[in-house]
């Protein structure tokens, strides 16, 4: 079953494990600088959310690449980088709309998230389930039940 | 291993910038963030100097445990001579800029000196530069924080600064770093005004390595899962779940200590933050996390859009951090007030204006008892009646006294001087020129204990002698547990961990983490027997700031004035009794000083 | 009888009523047993004003009327 990462932000207090989790992970050390997953807080906090790769099936990162350093994992949907083949031209990091693959000065190649191998990481590591990996097919679900619990209820919000 | 190597020392009168190596023989004995800030304290300044004079020193510090994913990782610590008492400060802080100071680099930030024109530091990596403040003196904490990040096009700077109350040398002053955290008591933040530093400004993209990392994993996530269990009310309440526990106890200061229960309590409370009104508004919104933290017991809240505080000012619509049991004792209970929104809306200037709102809510409840008997009047007060309970006074005073208009330059000296200067010196609730915390002495005697002998001044975080004051509200046994705690407190404020896990770890359990992280052996032991080297360096430092034992004292009310109502009626505080017992505990002589046998044995001798 | 309860704190999570029903002669211990409330999670229980040190919650038997409140343990903040 293909899974993809989740993310509720109104379950998210900020408190930047995840990023931990993934720096830890794919560095070996505790860098939030390096980690592929990132939290934006907003209105001083009221509101926080992480934001990674959501792995696009269409991917403008892997169709940008001039050396096909990006490729597919099929199993598990997500789209990785060769080191070998990266050349850090930063093609990739221009045509992302959304700013997740980002370029690494200290190696000279790109990161972005990989799914941990099928083990995300960062879902390990959240104290409140605002990361969860997730059926691909059915990240709504957990909504959807939310919303019918309240008209369960007769309360609408 | 965990800590960086390396201290960055500013000296601003010369304006450069020199990093130096670490001291891991300091850090190894008094670990990092209070102790080894203490320890670079006392190797580096004449405890006699003027605090707000270009030769007081004032450090920045993390733990070695700062930036790691042990939970609650974000501590740092301001340590400096503490312009509101004359002996040492040192101010806890959370938020997300001591772990970036870690991936800056630096374990410890060294200010010395003043800049002769205000200046910000500017730390990106490793290109570190003073520039001139000149845009955002005299702008608030929120306005300097969005400023210097648009400056200089990086929203992800972390940024500790200081408001005009700073600038203008308000004696408790604050630090405030990433909007609503603080480094709150003792006046910090006038110190970093003295100094004509407005703020530090950091982005860190190097990592923190820990000594054995799988074992790290294993640990902390081990650690972790205790937490869990553990607590408490604090992630789903925050702190001012505890308000009214202590009203039931019948601890709650109110109106400047005279008595100690509020029958407002219930409109200040958790649950009052949690009620939802007829409109539809409720004062919380959501709780929030420092850096690294599994507890995230923050809490962020909004006033309600047509309280009079806020009704034609747009710019406070927003939410911001919430009521913590503090903050609402302060403006609360201590001030008979029972507005949950002027509460919050006070809470909201204080990060603004970088302010302790602590000291201020005392030292306001003290101008109010002396209006109530006359001394002073709404001539001296700008018109604004300062009686018990009046809502406006407090956020009309909250502001003056953050931008420094009008009375609230005389707020702003603190309530010791406040008190001297109208002749009243009884009425100021402090220790050594600090304001006192939400806790009556005499409901709780091992907390009076604490206060008392505590090295910055009346503080209520420095020691922890809740449960056995809790069962027993006599002075019996309460020496000890006093001194133990405060020897167990220091080790864990020096690990870059919050105090707030001590409820579910113990020794054991942080030095275990501090064992897989940091290089050496760290037991149990070693870290008890460091909390006590560095509780008696801090006492050194004081001693010789001039202090002595005659500062370890309480005020006159809580002596003599026996607590009204409560489970403690009719007692006051056992001092007398429990002080004699507590220095001989410590190793120190009848006068309180430290002899040469525990100075030896401690290795500061 | 029926003993009248205040909880504080964190302590609604475990109970939210006002009163109690206990068997004659209960005493503060079984009481927090009734209440289903963990005696660990207790900070401190008065009855009618009156601090009840842990070590007596056994001993100390209620009487039907009496106002016991259920206090969580302080942490500090």
């Known amino acids: 079953m293909h899974r993809s990462l989740h993310i509720e932000p109104n379950l998210c207090t900020g408190c930047l494990q995840c990023e931990l989790a993934c720096s830890f992970e794919h560095e070996g050390e505790f860098n939030p600088a390096r980690s592929r997953i990132r939290v934006f807080e907003f209105e001083h906090g009221k509101t926080s959310v992480p934001y990674t ?11 940008a690449c001039p050396t096909g350093a990006i490729y597919v994992d099929s199993d598990l949907g997500a789209k990785l980088v060769s080191a070998q083949a990266c050349v850090g031209c930063k093609a990739c990091t221009t045509a992302c709309p959304f700013g997740t693959i980002e370029f690494n000065p200290f190696s000279g190649k790109v990161d972005k998230c990989d799914l941990c191998n099928g083990d ?36 609408s919000s | 291993m965990s800590w960086q190597g390396k201290v960055l020392r500013v000296n601003l009168t010369r304006g450069d910038v020199t990093p130096e190596p670490l001291n891991m023989e300091w850090a190894n004995d008094y670990i990092g963030e209070r102790g080894l800030g203490t320890k670079y304290l006392w190797e580096n300044m004449d405890p006699k100097v003027d605090a707000m004079s270009p030769d007081n020193v004032l450090i920045f510090a993390t733990g070695p445990l700062t930036g790691t994913n042990a939970s609650t990782s974000g501590r740092y610590a301001v340590l400096t001579k503490g312009p509101l008492t004359g002996a040492i400060a040192c101010s806890n802080s959370g938020g997300k800029f001591g772990a970036e100071l870690k991936y800056a680099g630096y374990d410890l930030l060294i200010v010395e000196g003043s800049s002769e024109k205000p200046v910000y530091l500017l730390i990106e990596g490793d290109e570190i530069s003073l520039q001139s403040a000149e845009k955002v003196w005299g702008k608030t904490v929120w306005e300097t924080d969005e400023w210097i990040k648009k400056q200089h096009h990086n929203p992800m700077l972390k940024i500790a600064t200081i408001g005009v109350a700073g600038e203008r040398g308000v004696r408790y002053a604050a630090i ?39 074992r790290f994993m294993q640990v902390t996530n081990e650690m972790k899962n205790l937490l869990a269990e553990d607590v408490g009310g604090l992630t789903k309440y925050g702190t001012n779940a505890m308000m009214d526990t202590m009203q039931e106890f019948g601890g709650l200061p109110t109106r400047n200590f005279q008595e100690v229960q509020f029958s407002g309590y219930d409109k200040v409370d958790a649950r009052a933050m949690l009620k939802t009104d007829e409109t539809g508004h409720r004062n919380l919104l959501t709780n929030k996390a420092c850096f690294g933290c599994t507890i995230a017991c923050g809490r962020i809240a909004h006033i309600h859009k047509d309280h009079f505080t806020i009704q034609n000012r747009k710019e406070y619509w927003h939410a911001s951090g919430g009521l913590e049991y503090e903050t609402a004792f302060a403006f609360g209970p201590v001030i008979g007030v029972d507005d949950i929104d002027a509460c919050t809306f006070a809470g909201y200037l204080m990060n603004e ?7 201020f809510g005392v030292t306001l409840a003290a101008a109010m008892e002396l209006f109530e008997m006359g001394v002073i009047t709404t001539d001296d007060t700008d018109g604004v009646p300062l009686n018990f309970g009046n809502a406006e006074a407090l956020t009309v005073m909250s502001e003056k006294t953050g931008k420094q208009e009008g009375f609230g330059q005389v707020l702003g000296l603190g309530s010791r001087l406040m008190c001297q200067k109208y002749g009243h010196p009884e009425l100021s609730m402090t220790v050594k020129g600090q304001e006192f915390a939400g806790y009556d002495s005499r ?59 001590m409820g579910a770890w113990g020794a054991p359990e942080f030095a275990a983490q501090l064992d897989a992280g940091c290089e050496g052996e760290w037991t149990a032991e070693r870290l008890l027997e460091s909390g006590e080297r560095i509780w008696n360096l801090e006492r050194m430092f004081n001693l010789a700031a001039g202090l002595t034992c005659a500062d370890d004292t309480l005020p006159e009310r809580l002596l003599n004035d026996p607590a009204p109502s409560g489970t403690a ?12 017992e507590y220095y001989s505990l410590r190793g120190w002589s009848e006068q309180g000083e430290p002899t040469s046998e525990t100075l030896t044995r401690l290795g500061l001798g | 009888m029926q003993v009248e309860v205040r909880v504080t704190g964190q302590l609604i999570d475990y109970f939210s009523g006002t009163y109690v029903n206990l068997a004659k002669g209960a005493n503060v211990a079984q009481a927090l047993v009734a209440l289903e409330i963990p005696a660990v999670s207790v900070g401190l229980v008065s009855v009618n004003g009156e601090a009840v040190p842990r070590a007596k919650r056994a001993q100390h038997a209620l009487v039907d009327g009496d106002q016991m409140v259920v206090m969580a343990p302080l942490t500090g903040g």
């Open chain 1, 120 to 155: 995300p990481q960062c879902v390990t590591a959240c104290p409140t389930d605002a990361i969860t990996y997730l059926d691909a097919g059915a990240t709504g679900v957990g909504r959807m039940q939310a919303f019918a619990e309240q008209n369960a209820k007769g309360v």
């Open chain 2, 443 to 501: 409901a709780l005697q091992g907390m009076g204990l604490g206060y008392a002998t505590g090295n910055r001044g009346a503080c209520h975080l420095k020691h922890d002698t809740f449960e056995v004051d809790m069962d027993d509200q006599s002075g019996e046994g309460k020496a000890d547990p006093c001194k133990a705690s405060q020897d167990w407190t220091a080790a864990v404020d020096s690990s870059g961990l919050c105090m707030f896990t």
């Open chain 2, 176 to 214: 405030v770093n990433d909007l609503h955290r603080a480094a709150g008591r003792s006046g910090v933040g006038a110190v970093m005004g003295s100094k004509n530093l407005k703020a530090v400004a950091v982005r860190g993209t190097c990592g923190v390595q820990v000594k054995d990392p799988k």
């Open chain 1, 53 to 63: 790769c959501t792995q696009c099936v269409e991917a403008w990162c892997l169709k």
């Open chain 2, 569 to 580: 009626k009719g007692r006051v505080n056992e001092l007398d009794k429990m002080l004699p």
């Open chain 2, 353 to 359: 204006h970088g302010m302790d709102p602590i000291s």
